[in-house]
């Protein structure tokens, strides 16, 4: 089977989440038109990276950056989901799309699967919000980290230094996993040769596609952030949205400076070629000697129990 996929290289409307679906539509839309099956966008593209955690000294953005963040943030199910599964409906695209969701005081940093039909196949949590984004979200459990089944393919999906820990890999990719989606922010090419490694690791190992997808910076959101004393530390532009091969071979991209797609179609037997040779998942592995176990229980601070 051959699936048409792009990583979708765009900014955000920084902090403005109604304006930043619209533009997120319409890249839904043109999809269509060039018959995509399947698009991955940005880590938190609605609407967008917590830069200030990074620039800001944290006493002077909490309540000013945060607070906004939070109004702005995502709750799932709710009427922006509803938008994005009635697109996705409408032009027969499956998406995975980085998003602030909220539940109660906590935001989380999410992926929201939503399929072709029009369904959310799921929405997953960061599990560990890296260095200083703990000023922002919240943890994830394992009840999420899981692979999610579509009509061209099992899907898998990480966020940024999730792809650091080879336990957190492991736990999707022993799952079936056959393309994986791996979403990051934009505007920091110091860690480019992160991302090159990473994700071309993960295809490697895993034996899947990647379809890698960073935000686009803007002067307009490094403007939003000028009174902070680590800006020097964001550039305009600063992309890297690539697709790579089973075999860790770049398929598109990366793409380092303009928005738009970053396509190829997965020819899905390179899987099993990839496999016949080194199956991680599978002849490769010795779950006598060492094994993985995943906790899949929703962790819950109040446990209720009645009297037996």
């Known amino acids: 089977m051959i699936v048409k996929a792009a990583a979708v290289q765009m900014a955000p409307v920084f902090l403005d989440t109604a304006a930043t679906l619209s533009k997120v539509c319409r890249y839904v839309e043109q999809a269509a038109d060039h018959a995509l099956q399947l698009l991955v966008f940005p880590e ?101 980290l899981a692979v999610y089944k579509t009509n061209f393919g099992t899907l898998g999906a990480l966020i940024c230094y999730e792809h650091s820990n080879p336990l957190f ?14 979403n990051w922010p934009g505007g920091m090419p110091f860690i480019n040769s992160i991302m090159d490694a990473a994700i071309r690791q993960y295809a490697f190992e895993s034996g899947t596609f990647v379809i890698s997808a960073t935000a686009i910076l803007t002067q307009e959101i490094i403007d939003e952030l000028a009174d902070g004393s680590g800006t020097e530390k964001l550039q305009p532009g600063g992309g890297y949205s690539a697709i790579v091969s089973p075999g860790g071979d770049y398929l598109a991209g990366p793409e380092t400076e303009k ?50």
């Open 44 to 144: 938190t593209i609605l609407p967008g990276y917590p830069y200030w955690a990074m620039t800001h000294d944290p006493m002077s953005w909490l309540g000013r950056f945060n607070s906004r963040l939070h109004e702005q943030a995502m709750v799932v199910p709710g009427p922006e989901t509803d938008l994005l599964c009635e697109v996705a409906r409408r032009h027969c695209c499956t998406i995975i799309i980085g998003i602030n969701e909220k539940e109660g005081g906590t935001l989380y940093n999410s992926q929201l699967i939503i399929s072709d039909r029009g369904e959310i196949l799921g929405c997953r949590r960061k599990l560990v919000p890296t260095c200083q984004e703990r000023m922002v979200w919240g943890r994830g459990d394992g009840s999420d």
């Open 169 to 182: 890999r492991y736990a999707v990719q022993a799952q079936g996993e056959q393309i994986h989606a791996a």
């Open 259 to 308: 928005e738009g797609f970053v396509s190829a179609d997965l020819d899905l037997k390179q899987i099993v070629a990839a496999k016949i040779m080194v199956d991680g998942q599978g002849h490769y592995a010795r779950p006598d000697v060492a094994q993985l176990l995943l906790n899949v229980e929703k962790q819950a601070p109040l446990v209720i129990k009645a009297e037996t």
